[in-house]
């Protein structure tokens, strides 16, 4: 599965968007982006996924540029209940699929 | 409602004692993973089944071991715990191949592990 590389850490003011980056240089054509968030003590919990289009879905949204080496997952409104780990990682689907957990990236939304 | 459910939430156990963890899931999911997860890194694929096909990562100790009797149960044994292997285990189900390209894996809460 291809690397991701995620900023360690970054914070906004509850109510803005957040926008949280990921680049993934070598993905490969048939590689999903997939970001899973893990709150403190809690299981990670999906997100959202695509391949090459952009995707919405009541949760956040994913931008995947068009030569798929970076992508940025945004929350529209952020709350302090999404403060966490966010996780972006590449993996095929399938049978082949398997989620390869890097540091991720620490979001800590402030009042 | 559906879930991925681990029992117990907190495990106490002895140096050398085997332990054995459990995850249910009334999803009907046909692929389980444990995964470990030490404190401050990020979790780690231990091992998955698809179906009853088990398939261990290349870096999983022998000392861990995982048993699927059926669809809805597995189960995770360690089988002389160090103090090396206190961390949170978690269990997660993913529907793939039966519902198309959407392989999310679903978690359950996690068993903390502590060993004496």
């Known amino acids: 599965d291809a690397k991701t590389t995620q900023p360690p850490s970054m914070d906004c003011a509850e109510g803005r968007a957040a926008n949280l980056p990921c680049n993934h240089s070598?993905?490969?054509?048939?590689?999903?982006v997939y970001w899973y968030r893990q709150i403190h003590s809690q299981g990670p919990q999906y997100i959202i996924h695509?391949?090459?289009n952009n995707e919405t879905n009541e949760m956040a949204s994913l931008i995947i540029t068009e030569d798929r080496k970076s992508s940025t997952l945004i929350l529209p409104h952020a709350t302090l209940r999404d403060t966490a780990v966010y996780y972006c990682i590449v993996t095929y689907t399938g049978a082949n699929s398997k989620l390869t957990f890097g540091k991720g990236i620490t979001l800590s939304v402030r009042p | 409602d559906a879930m991925v459910i681990q029992n117990p939430r907190y495990q106490v156990t002895q140096f050398g004692k085997p332990v054995t963890l459990s995850c249910s899931q009334t999803l009907n999911h046909n692929v389980m993973y444990w995964y470990q997860q030490k404190s401050s890194q990020a979790p780690k694929l231990l091992f998955h089944y698809y179906d009853k096909d088990f398939n261990n990562e290349a870096d999983t100790p022998d000392n861990f071991q995982s048993r699927r009797p059926n669809t809805s149960f597995c189960f995770l044994d360690i089988r002389s715990p160090g103090l090396g292997d206190a961390a949170m285990y978690l269990c997660?189900?993913?529907?793939?191949?039966?519902?198309?390209?959407?392989?999310?894996?679903?978690f359950g809460p996690g068993t903390r592990l502590t060993v004496l």
């Open positions: 997660a189900t993913s529907p793939i191949g039966s519902r198309g390209p959407s392989d999310r894996q679903f």
């Open positions: 070598t993905i490969s054509g048939n590689e999903y």
């Open positions: 695509g391949l090459k």
